[in-house]
């Protein structure tokens, strides 16, 4: 049927991981709702728990529905395995898990998530770990910041909220240079804007709470590894390379190669972490991964007209949209993520703070509401909310000052999103 040719993203984003129930024929994939799973036999028992056999235990480990999805998420991002757990927080910590240890570190952009600068510079420190902050323009100061004790370099294709575009093939470089990963959170992007992998990121992160499922229903994440970097090359990471005392001596990259990093996600990840994803969110995020691709195309031709056209208002100060002329980061697009620079931006109103608040309060068709990649359009004013617990200077470093608003494009009618917001300008 595809003569050796790998299927098409369109193809793939329906059929990818989605087999017909071997009991019954289904043809989508059922909600396994179970907890457990019979064992045929004392030795069948064994034989799983000893990783000797791949099935199913326990839903904490794996699940039908759940194990579909990490396949079709592996196969959209080009990987070569992928666990699915409970939040895009969720996919960060089982990606750094394995590499980490008390005293280790990361480097990390300036430009992430607010909640993820947060989880990097407060929470990890009750691990032992710590994160250094760059700016991931200035390619020497990445280099400066990696130290024998860093363990990875992690960053944002399309980083939120500022609309700002990562040099990941450079940034890789310098990971590939360093003998250290380089973790990519492909939230903003997805697999149809960007493949990561392909630009030499080692693993993917993904909160499929956003644009993957799509619909605003479900909290989830991934972790796609690319199956490419060598966990032995060095003594960095002994939990991949060497017997793992956690796992009763398993030494992973020796005995699953490419599979290593995805075993450990499950064996140890899933089973000691616990953030496990559960098979009903599978399933909603599996119905919206089906309609991917036509969801970004929309998401992009919406936020191109709409940024455009808020560029060209009186009330505004600025918009940062890749997908602009005036963005100093055009010129990554084509690219990095050559079919559109996604459907977020920032506005900064003239009116400061105050015009900021006034303008949120105003919009009737954007929700107000602390969520991104929905199907309907969303806004918030991140210095207020997602950013508050970060000083001024973080806020104005991560794009976020207390001008800016930032606009979730949604995939409603462009003009009926263009007059809501030149009502609440102008209101
Ligand atoms: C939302 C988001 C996260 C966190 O994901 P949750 O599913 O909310 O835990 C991480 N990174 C980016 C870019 C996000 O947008």
């Known amino acids: 049927m595809t003569d050796g040719k790998p299927l098409g993203f369109d193809t793939q984003q329906i059929h990818a991981g989605a087999n017909p129930d071997p009991a019954t024929g289904a043809r989508q994939v059922p909600i396994y ?14 034989a799983l728990f000893g990783l000797q056999e791949v099935g199913y235990i326990y839903s904490r480990l794996t699940n039908p529905t759940v194990g579909a999805l990490g396949d079709r998420i592996a196969a959209l991002e080009g990987g070569a395995g992928a666990v699915c757990c409970s939040s895009g927080h969720a996919a960060q910590i089982m990606a750094l898990f394995p590499l980490m240890a008390p005293g280790r570190n990361i480097v990390a952009s300036t430009r992430l998530y607010g909640g993820t600068i947060t989880q990097f510079s407060q929470t990890f ?62 939230t903003t992007a997805t697999p149809y804007l960007c493949r990561p992998i392909e630009h030499g990121a080692t693993l993917v992160v993904h909160s499929l709470t956003k ?29 991949l390379s060497q017997p793992e005392p956690a796992y009763h001596g398993l030494n992973f990259h020796e005995t699953f ?23 009903q969110a599978a399933h909603y995020t599996l119905m919206g991964i089906e309609t991917l691709s036509m969801r970004m195309e929309k998401h992009v031709a919406n936020a191109k007209k709409i940024a455009a056209w808020l560029e060209g208002h009186d009330a505004v100060a600025g918009v940062t ?15 990095i993520c050559p079919k559109g620079a996604g459907a977020l931006f920032t506005v900064q109103l003239k009116d400061g703070y105050e015009g900021c608040t006034k303008f949120v309060g105003n919009l009737q068709l954007f929700s107000h ?21 970060l000083t001024q200077a973080q806020q104005i470093a991560a794009g976020a000052a207390p001008d800016t608003v930032r606009l979730s494009i949604g995939i409603e009618d462009a003009d009926d999103l263009i007059a809501d917001l030149d009502q609440a300008l102008k209101a």
Not at 33 to 46: L, P, W
Not at 325 to 335: F, I, N, T
């Open 321 to 335: 949209y890749a997908g602009l002329a005036s963005s100093p980061y055009k010129d990554r697009v084509p690219k």
């Open 33 to 46: 709702q179970t907890t457990a799973y019979v064992f045929r036999d004392a030795d069948h028992a064994a």
């Open 211 to 239: 644009y993957m499922t799509g619909n605003g229903t479900v909290t989830g994440g991934a972790i796609v590894d690319s199956g490419k970097f060598d966990w032995s090359a060095s003594d960095k990471f002994p939990s």
């Open 369 to 389: 509401v602390a969520n991104l990649g929905d199907a309907r359009s969303l806004v918030i004013h991140p210095a207020s909310t997602t950013h508050r617990q």
């Open 257 to 279: 190669g490419p599979a290593a990093f995805t075993f450990h996600g499950i064996a140890i990840g899933l089973r000691d972490l616990g953030m496990t994803l559960n098979p």
């Open 125 to 186: 420190k009750r691990f032992g770990w710590s994160a250094t902050f760059v700016d991931f323009d200035d390619l020497d100061a990445v280099k400066a910041a990696i130290n024998d004790d860093t363990r990875a370099i992690f960053c944002e294709t399309i980083a939120n909220p500022g609309g700002y575009i990562t040099d990941l093939d450079a940034i890789a470089e310098i990971a590939d240079g360093a003998g250290i990963p380089l973790i990519v959170d492909n």
